[in-house]
């Protein structure tokens, strides 16, 4: 069987697979709704930016749209790939309200008056983008420890109090009762451990392209720093 990646799972989506259309749905939902609010925050009304939402899901899932487009052509890296289909959709979301606006002599809806400029619009899909694929390394990360036994699980937990809760290391080792230095290095595990979940959740994002994995790997982290 072929390894999934985000272009398997775009083909099966663009051929009216259910399952794989619900999985695009739940990957990509987040990183478009997060780009689209910012783009129009204060400018539509909740339904109709609801309504501009699914627009987009209606342009990569109708047959002939850009998914199925999509599956025979350049299979770089799919984050570029989604941010043009989500900025192409709203440019054409804001010529429509133009039109009609103007038709009944209101305000238009000037693209050109974007309370934030396209470059900030575009780090903050980045940013969305990198959200969602660190939560889905969370989550690979504690499926494996189940499989990793207790050291593995309790490293999990270690990374979730310093980084959900803000705890340090010195008051985890002494809620734990364990040795600073023995915490220091099951920290040290921890994020190789996530590292490893985060390689397998890009490379996902990046089938073919194991010398653009790392990389990825280190921005996505740089957006957090």
């Given at each position: 069987?072929?390894?999934?990646?985000?272009w398997t799972l775009?083909?099966?989506?663009?051929?009216?697979?259910?399952?794989?259309?619900?999985?695009?749905?739940?990957?990509?939902?987040?990183?478009?709704?997060?780009?689209?609010?910012?783009?129009?925050?204060?400018?539509?009304?909740?339904?109709?930016?609801?309504?501009?939402?699914?627009?987009?899901?209606?342009?990569?899932?109708?047959?002939?749209?850009?998914?199925?487009?999509?599956?025979?052509?350049?299979?770089?890296?799919?984050?570029?790939?989604?941010?043009?289909?989500?900025?192409?959709?709203?440019?054409?979301?804001?010529?429509?309200?133009?039109?009609?606006?103007?038709?009944?002599?209101?305000?238009?809806?000037?693209?050109?008056?974007?309370?934030?400029?396209?470059?900030?619009?575009?780090?903050?899909?980045?940013?969305?983008?990198?959200?969602?694929?660190?939560?889905?390394?969370?989550?690979?990360?504690?499926?494996?420890?189940?499989?990793?036994?207790p050291g593995a699980?309790?490293?999990?937990?270690?990374l979730r109090l310093?980084?959900?809760?803000?705890?340090?290391?010195?008051?985890?080792?002494?809620?734990?009762?364990?040795?600073?230095?023995?915490?220091?290095?099951?920290?040290?595990?921890?994020?190789?451990?996530?590292?490893?979940?985060?390689?397998?959740?890009?490379?996902?994002?990046?089938?073919?392209?194991?010398?653009?994995?790392?990389?990825?790997?280190?921005?996505?982290?740089?957006?957090?720093?």
């Amino acid at each position: 069987m072929a390894e999934a990646t985000c272009w398997t799972l775009i083909e099966g989506a663009a051929a009216g697979d259910s399952a794989a259309r619900t999985e695009f749905t739940h990957r990509y939902l987040p990183v478009i709704r997060a780009y689209l609010h910012a783009r129009w925050k204060d400018r539509l009304l909740g339904d109709e930016l609801q309504d501009a939402v699914q627009e987009v899901f209606v342009e990569c899932l109708r047959e002939d749209g850009v998914l199925a487009r999509a599956g025979s052509g350049d299979r770089r890296g799919f984050r570029a790939y989604l941010f043009g289909v989500v900025r192409n959709v709203a440019l054409r979301v804001e010529s429509a309200r133009v039109r009609v606006r103007d038709a009944a002599g209101q305000q238009s809806f000037h693209a050109e008056q974007l309370p934030i400029a396209e470059a900030s619009l575009s780090r903050i899909f980045d940013r969305a983008w990198a959200t969602s694929l660190l939560g889905e390394a969370v989550q690979r990360q504690s499926l494996l420890a189940r499989d990793g036994g207790p050291g593995a699980e309790k490293r999990v937990e270690l990374l979730r109090l310093v980084f959900q809760e803000g705890r340090s290391l010195a008051d985890i080792a002494r809620d734990w009762n364990a040795e600073p230095r023995a915490i220091y290095s099951e920290y040290e595990r921890a994020q190789a451990d996530f590292l490893r979940a985060l390689k397998q959740v890009v490379a996902f994002h990046h089938p073919g392209a194991p010398e653009s994995v790392g990389r990825e790997c280190r921005e996505l982290l740089a957006m957090f720093r």
